[in-house]
Antibody, heavy 121, light 107 residues
């Protein structure tokens, strides 16, 4: 069974940093691109970033470009999201989601259970 | 970016009835649309991809249709476990974008 488990969420002050991790199991990890998607309270899902199966190409939403960095370690079946210069509007549940192909963005399946990031002073 | 607009925002349906959910893209996206179901406190679950292909394990009462800019998710006979929020997503161009969701509630 394919499974994703996020960790690393928490509360941080504006301007601070957090690193989210996602552990994958049940599939050949380096064969698939991986995504981060977030959902602020009461708002729609917002795609954040995508990384190809071999570590590239990498894509970001304009709202996080220059502040967030996605990476992966295929030897550990892990994907990461380094979040710097955090803002109140980054407050959301962050989901890790497996892409359907090795490169590019497509349909997402499965999703992890999510980790909550709260940015507040 | 492509804006995905879902309607209605809320749909009140009785168990056993048919539910029809709509999703409109602000520009042409071929058939590059997926549908997800999300229950409170849970992650989204993939239902449909390529506009009309059911994901593995999805009951046949869920069906998708459409191409271009207009898409539909139909639930033929609502079961108690189907009351949830449904999102459409386009993956034709970056960035991936999602609709605002349709909440299917018990009438």
């Amino acid at each position: 069974e394919e499974n994703l488990l996020e960790s690393g969420g928490g509360s941080v002050q504006p301007g601070g940093s957090l690193r989210l991790s996602c552990a994958a199991s049940g599939f050949t990890f380096n064969n698939y691109a991986m995504n981060w998607v977030r959902q602020a309270p009461g708002r729609r899902l917002e795609w954040v970033s995508n990384i190809g199966g071999s570590g590239g190409p990498i894509f970001y939403a304009d709202s996080v470009k220059g502040r967030f960095s996605i990476s992966r370690d295929n030897s550990k079946n892990m994907v990461y999201l380094q979040m710097n210069s955090l803002r109140a509007e980054d407050t959301a549940v962050y989901y890790c989601a497996k892409d359907s192909l090795s490169v590019g963005g497509h349909w997402l399946d499965p999703w992890g259970q999510g980790t909550l990031v709260t940015v507040s002073s | 970016e492509i804006v995905m607009t879902q309607s209605p925002a809320t749909l009140s349906v009785s168990p056993g009835e048919r539910a029809t959910l709509s999703c409109r893209a602000s520009q042409y996206v071929e058939s590059d649309v997926a549908w997800y179901q999300q229950k409170p406190g849970q992650a989204p679950r993939l239902l449909i991809y390529a506009a009309s292909t059911r994901a593995t394990g999805v009951p046949v009462r869920f069906s998708g249709s459409g191409s271009g800019t207009d898409f539909t998710l139909t639930i033929s006979s609502l079961q108690s476990e189907d009351f949830a929020v449904y999102y459409c997503q386009q993956y034709d161009v970056w960035p991936l974008t999602f609709g605002g969701g349709t909440k299917v509630e018990i009438k």
